[in-house]
């Protein structure tokens, strides 16, 4: 069965490449019809407020919403786990649509504009215990998202402890915790 990619704007071709690479079907996702069948969606980075406003357009969110509800595994980069997240802060004028499903509070732009953009060798222990791989990965933060709580049903596996004076436009007492970052799975997930 083939994995969906969410194709409306952002990084979804090399999304897409990653998943050829690694012997996988691999569809561009666009319209709701294109969701029937499919075993997975990764919903890319980008921009989530003009992948929200494209989703609206073409009339995605209900069928988003459904393959969710399903218990189809869907993974969000970036701009995709804004759009997957319950609540979402740091939006712009007039809010933005989220698709929801993942219990957790993400703030956008967390870490500043492009120009603060950055990469980490991160920590994430599951590689090495579950997939007896690598113990750590290379995080690239680009225009990059924080995530600040997350509910009962959702597995952090990895954290990135923040560095003084690192976080932009935020309330002082979010500095004192470490921010979970990026890439979190639900239980649905950690199944793919
Ligand atoms: N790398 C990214 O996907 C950036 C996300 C972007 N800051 C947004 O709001 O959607």
């Known amino acids: ?9 952002g990084s979804f071709n090399e999304h897409i490449a990653c998943l050829r690479k690694l012997g996988v079907d691999a569809v561009e996702v666009r319209k709701p019809e294109q969701l029937a069948g499919l075993s997975g969606l990764i919903i890319p980075g980008g921009e989530s407020t003009t992948m929200a406003k494209l989703a609206e357009k073409n009339k995605l969110f209900p069928a988003l919403r459904e393959f969710g509800r399903s218990g ?4 969000g980069t970036c701009a995709g786990l804004i759009f997957l997240a ?3 802060s740091g939006v712009k004028a007039g809010g933005q649509e989220l698709l929801g499903g993942l219990d957790c509070s993400v703030h956008r732009n967390f870490f500043g ?10 920590p994430v222990p ?46 002082l007492f979010f500095t004192s915790i470490s921010c979970k970052i990026l890439y979190l799975l639900s239980p649905a997930c950690t199944r793919w």
């Open 126 to 171: 599951a590689l090495a215990s579950q997939e007896g791989g690598s113990t750590t990965c290379r995080a690239v933060f680009i225009r990059a998202p924080a995530i600040f709580d997350v509910g009962p049903s959702v597995d952090v596996l990895a954290e990135y402890p923040l560095a003084p004076g690192q976080a932009v436009e935020v309330l």
């Open 113 to 122: 504009s492009q120009l603060n953009s950055f990469e980490v060798e991160l």
């Open 1 to 9: 069965m083939a994995v969906g990619v969410l194709a409306l704007q």
């Open 72 to 75: 189809k595994p869907i993974w």
């Open 86 to 88: 319950d609540r979402a």
